[in-house]
């Protein structure tokens, strides 16, 4: 349910009715695929996104009408040059995105994901240049701006309590959503009105994680 809620909340910031005047028109509702249309692409989808990244420390889950890809900011990131991709992950990414290459039907949602450490804006602008890294192999392969959308959400939807050093390395992230074209275009239509954002259930993180470092300002 918060999965669904946080997507709900993404796909509203992406919309410019979420922010427009009353006046505004209302976007046109778009009908949703038949859920046994949307499951099909799931079962097709789940086991060829996990061979491309079988190896990596990447994750992957199926949340409703949704594959999404998790790639943790350590290890996917070069400590010294926080925006910059390590070699090691050029080839998970690039699988995927070859795996989308020539595939019209489906689109993409990269969100960036900081943690509290540092200021609100530096965050949320270090998560999107980090979505950013992810969008540019995307692109690269052929993905066109009508199905490959990114945002950064710096702080704003954390996945576990940031009071711990292995809560904030889980905060730091960059998801990748998977979706059939026509369920996305349903998904923003049904999220482009505004409804109150509920606050997050966050996860508690016990133990200390091996490996977990914990950089500064978000990074």
């Not at 993180?205 to 978000?218: F, I, L, R, S, Y």
Request: net charge positive; glycine share 6%.
């Amino acid at each position: 349910m918060l999965a669904n809620k946080s997507i709900a909340f993404v796909l509203c910031l992406f919309l410019a009715g979420c922010a427009a005047p009353e006046k505004s028109k209302a976007p046109l509702a778009v009908a949703m695929p038949d859920p046994k249309i949307t499951q099909a692409w799931l079962d097709d989808y789940e086991p060829r996104l996990r061979e491309a990244i079988k190896g990596s420390h990447f994750e992957l889950e199926r949340r409703d009408n949704l594959l999404v890809v998790t790639a943790p900011v350590q290890g996917t990131f070069n400590p010294d040059r926080p925006f910059m991709l390590m070699p090691v992950t050029l080839g998970p990414i690039s699988r995927v995105a070859k795996l989308l290459e020539n595939d019209h039907g489906v689109a993409v949602l990269v969100i960036g994901h900081a943690d509290t450490s540092g200021a609100a804006a530096a965050n949320r602008e270090l998560s999107h240049e980090r979505a950013r890294a992810f969008t540019a192999i995307f692109r690269l392969s052929g993905l066109k701006q009508n199905r490959l959308m990114v945002k950064g959400m710096g702080s704003d939807m954390p996945r576990a309590a940031n009071d711990s050093v292995e809560g904030r390395a889980l905060n730091r992230r960059v998801e990748i959503l998977l979706t059939s074209h026509d369920t996305m275009q349903a998904l923003v239509a049904k999220y482009s009105q505004p409804a109150p954002a509920a606050a997050p259930t966050l996860v508690a993180v016990t133990g200390k994680q091996q490996g977990t470092t914990d950089p500064v300002a978000g990074k």
